[in-house]
C-alpha cells in the first residue's frame, strides 16, 4: 500500500499569498497517477489536478500540479477567499487506491 | 452535467446491513469505472472500493473485504454498495465517485462526485 503524507498539517495564509502544499509517497507513485482535491466544509471533495499536473476543467490556472516518484506538490499562486479549504492528494497508481491525511489552509 | 445522487444511508445497529444507491445521469454510465469513498466524522477521506465499467472488476480496501459487496446496474445507471456486519467504524458519509477517463483503469481519479449518504452504525 502507498502512503501519502501530506505537510504542513495547517497553513496559516492570507488572501493574496502564495500557497504550497506538498504530498510524499512511501514508494513510486509511477506514471505520475497522483490527483489533488479540494474541500470545504458540507460539501463533497473537488477535482482539481490529476496526472500530478493537468488542471480539471473549469479549475482556475492559479492552482498548478508538480512533481514526480515520490514527492508532488500543489500550488496556489495567489490564494483567493474562495481557496480556505482543505486539500488532499491521492494516488491511483493501483488499489488500494489511497489519500493524503489533508492539508487545511486557513485564514491568518 | 453530470450527477450523481445517493441514497439508501441511515441509522443500524452493529451487525447489520444496509445497501447504498447511486443514480448517475448526463453521462454514458457504461463507459466509466465508479467508486465508494467515505469519511468519518471530523476525518480526511478513504476510498472503499471500485468497479469496473463493466463490473467484472472489483477492488476493496483491506477493512470491508468479505463484508460490503459493490455491483451496478448498466441498464439502469446506477451504482450500489452492500455493507453488511456493520461496525462503528463504518460510520462516516459516503460518496459516490465517478472516474475520470472513459474506458480507462478501475483504480483511477475521480472527476465527480455525489453529495454523500450518512451511515451511522451504533446501537
Known amino acids: 500500500e502507498i502512503v501519502l503524507t501530506q505537510s504542513p498539517g495547517t497553513l496559516s495564509l492570507s488572501p493574496g499569498e502564495r500557497g504550497t502544499l506538498s504530498c510524499r509517497a512511501s514508494?513510486?507513485?509511477?506514471?505520475?497517477?497522483l490527483a489533488w482535491y479540494q474541500q470545504k466544509p458540507g460539501q463533497a471533495p473537488r477535482l482539481l489536478i490529476y496526472?500530478?499536473?493537468s488542471r480539471a476543467p473549469g479549475i482556475p490556472d492559479r492552482f498548478s500540479g508538480s512533481g514526480s516518484g515520490t514527492d508532488f506538490t500543489l500550488t496556489i499562486s495567489r490564494l483567493e477567499p474562495e481557496d480556505f479549504a482543505v486539500y488532499y492528494c491521492?494516488?491511483?497508481?493501483?488499489?488500494?487506491?489511497?489519500f493524503g491525511q489533508g492539508t487545511k489552509v486557513e485564514i491568518k | 452535467e453530470v450527477q450523481l445522487l445517493e441514497s439508501g444511508g441511515g441509522l443500524v445497529q452493529p451487525g447489520g446491513s444496509l445497501r447504498l444507491s447511486c443514480a448517475a445521469s448526463?453521462?454514458?454510465?457504461?463507459?466509466?469505472?465508479m467508486g465508494w469513498v467515505r469519511q468519518a466524522p471530523g476525518k480526511g477521506l478513504q476510498w472503499v472500493s471500485s468497479?469496473?465499467?463493466?463490473?467484472?472488476?472489483?477492488y476493496y480496501t483491506e477493512s470491508v473485504k468479505g463484508r460490503f459487496t459493490i455491483s451496478r446496474d448498466n441498464s439502469k445507471n446506477t451504482l450500489y454498495l452492500q455493507m453488511n456486519s456493520l461496525r462503528a467504524e463504518d460510520t462516516a458519509v459516503y460518496y459516490c465517485a465517478k472516474s475520470g477517463i472513459a474506458f480507462g483503469g478501475t483504480i483511477n481519479y475521480f472527476d465527480c462526485w455525489g453529495q454523500g449518504t450518512l451511515v451511522t452504525v451504533s446501537s
Open positions: 514508494q513510486s507513485v509511477s506514471s505520475n497517477y
Open positions: 448526463q453521462f454514458t454510465f457504461s463507459s466509466y469505472a
Open positions: 496526472g500530478a499536473s
Open positions: 468497479l469496473s465499467n463493466s463490473g467484472y472488476s472489483t
Open positions: 491521492q494516488q491511483y497508481v493501483s488499489s488500494p487506491a489511497t
